[in-house]
Nanobody, 119 residues
Framework: QVHLVESGGGLVQPGGSLRLSCTAS????????MGWFRQAPGKERELVAR????????YYADSVKGRFTISTDNAKNTVYLQMNSLKPEDTADYYC????????????WGQGTQVTVSS
């Protein structure tokens, strides 16, 4: 079992930045993939970015490429999502999740943190 706690959300003006953090506790392994998802009101949940704990493999949704950066701090069991040049359409609840090696889906989820981009 893995317990995930997100933090760092809030209200920011367009063009601003936020850094989300997700700290994992429990049985994490180096082969896990960590993902950041978001869900805006009335929309489906979408994968924003993902990374392995080793940092060797990353993925970004087209909508955030060049603006968001996912990274890990293994010593702190924490994954970050640095979000720059934020747009109103980035407004959503952001969730982190863990996918075990060979698992077809993300197995453990955090409670989420809200990000609002508005002037």
């Amino acid at each position: 079992q893995v317990h995930l706690v997100e933090s760092g959300g809030g209200l920011v003006q367009p063009g601003g930045s936020l850094r989300l953090s997700c700290t994992a506790s429990g049985r994490t392994v180096s082969t896990d993939t960590m993902g950041w998802f978001r869900q805006a009101p009335g929309k489906e949940r979408e994968l924003v970015a993902r990374i392995t704990w080793s940092g060797a493999n990353t993925y970004y949704a087209d909508s955030v490429k060049g603006r968001f950066t996912i990274s890990t701090d293994n010593a702190k069991n924490t994954v970050y999502l640095q979000m720059n040049s934020l747009k109103p359409e980035d407004t959503a609840d952001y969730y982190c999740a863990v996918r075990r090696l060979f698992s077809p889906s993300f197995d453990f989820w955090g409670q989420g943190t809200q990000v609002t981009v508005s002037s």
